[in-house]
């Protein structure tokens, strides 16, 4: 069992910057495929960026692109996801999640077993 915790949402200008932090708890932690999800009102959970569980691969949705960076640090069971540029449009609750499977699309919100509360973020004009 895992239990994920986000943090460091918040409101913040078009053109601002936010990092979210998602800390894990349990000692498998560095075995997980670790992804970002975002929901805004009315929409499907959408993916955001994924890193294998050595950090080696990196994946991101064209939307984030250029703007955001996930990273890990395995020794402190932490994900993180620097936001730059944020646009109106990143306004959403967004989720952490883990994959102690490994397996599948990165992108698939199903492949992931284990889910964070979530944390807002709201980028206003």
């Known amino acids: 069992q895992v239990q994920l915790v986000e943090s460091g949402g918040g409101l913040v200008q078009a053109g601002g910057s936010l990092r979210l932090s998602c800390a894990a708890s349990g000692r498998t932690f560095s075995r997980y495929r670790m992804g970002w999800f975002r929901q805004a009102p009315g929409k499907e959970r959408e993916f955001v960026a994924a890193i294998t569980s050595s950090g080696a691969l990196i994946y991101y949705s064209d939307s984030v692109k250029g703007r955001f960076t996930i990273s890990r640090d395995n020794a402190k069971n932490t994900v993180n996801l620097q936001m730059n540029s944020l646009k109106p449009e990143d306004t959403a609750v967004y989720y952490c999640?883990?994959?102690?499977?490994?397996?599948?699309?990165?992108?698939?919100?199903?492949?992931?077993?284990?889910w964070g509360q979530g944390t807002q973020v709201t980028v206003s004009l």
């Open positions: 999640a883990a994959d102690p499977d490994r397996s599948g699309s990165v992108s698939t919100p199903t492949n992931y077993d284990y």
